[in-house]
T-cell receptor
Framework: GESVGLHLPTLSVQEGDNSIINCAYS??????FIWYKQESGKGPQFIID?????DKRQGQRVTVLLNKTVKHLSLQIAATQPGDSAVYFCADEREDFNKFYFGSGTKLNVKP | DGGITQSPKYLFRKEGQNVTLSCEQN?????MYWYRQDPGQGLRLIYY???????QKGDIAEGYSVSREKKESFPLTVTSAQKNPTAFYLC????????????FGNGTRLTVT
């Protein structure tokens, strides 16, 4: 597979535990944020998004929290499963709409 | 099923040769993008197009070229001027409006020796 996980921060969790992956963004003008999951050898897969007028959004087993004051985004995964093992990226859209900037990613390793 | 198809999955070229990566989408999206991914780094934008026959440079356009003759297709040419072309290339598409997520293909791994 692709070596997209090299040199990335790694979060190791036990199967069944909750995971929290963090992301900092730099541009206070960013108004839309997305979390992506990327498995080895594949393209990023959309997980959940949030607009800047929201602080929290929930999906199936996932929650995204947005703190605009400190420009911080987090992804919470409940009851983490082995299939959640992947690299997770946050992306933000700035005032140039449709133009996204990506973080460097966090590798999630789920131990059985 | 709707989606984005990138081909080939693996591509090998000799230094000095141009190479074209294919990207086709059947999602009826107006906007299409090319990103480059290197180990340990986030995705970096090469080129993007918001409509047919129009495209803009991204942050790392030097050594690359694109065309957008059809809504469904956005091929990327990696020219011999690109100094470090070996990378994983990702194509994406989206609706041409704000707050619309990118949908990605499964990438092409280009190795230049």
């Amino acid at each position: 597979g692709e070596s997209v996980g090299l040199h990335l921060p790694t979060l190791s969790v036990q199967e069944g535990d909750n995971s929290i992956i963090n992301c900092a963004y730099s541009n206070s003008a960013s108004d839309y944020f997305i979390w992506y999951k990327q498995e080895s050898g594949k393209g990023p897969q959309f997980i959940i998004d949030i607009r800047s007028n929201m602080d929290k959004r929930q999906g199936q087993r996932v929650t995204v929290l947005l703190n605009k004051t400190v420009k911080h985004l987090s992804l919470q995964i409940a009851a983490t499963q082995p299939g959640d093992s992947a690299v997770y990226f946050c992306a933000d859209e700035r005032e140039d709409f449709n133009k996204f900037y990506f973080g460097s990613g966090t590798k999630l390793n789920v131990k059985p | 099923d709707g989606g984005i198809t990138q081909s080939p999955k693996y591509l090998f070229r000799k230094e000095g040769q141009n190479v074209t990566l294919s990207c086709e989408q059947n999602l009826n999206h107006d906007a299409m993008y090319w990103y480059r991914q290197d180990p340990g780094q986030g995705l970096r934008l090469i080129y993007y197009s918001q409509i047919v026959n129009d495209f803009q440079k991204g942050d790392i356009a030097e050594g690359y070229s694109v065309s957008r003759e059809k809504k469904e297709s956005f091929p990327l040419t990696v020219t011999s001027a690109q100094k470090n072309p070996t990378a994983f290339y990702l194509c994406a598409s989206s609706l041409r409006q704000g707050n619309s997520p990118l949908h990605f293909g499964n990438g092409t791994r280009l190795t230049v020796t």
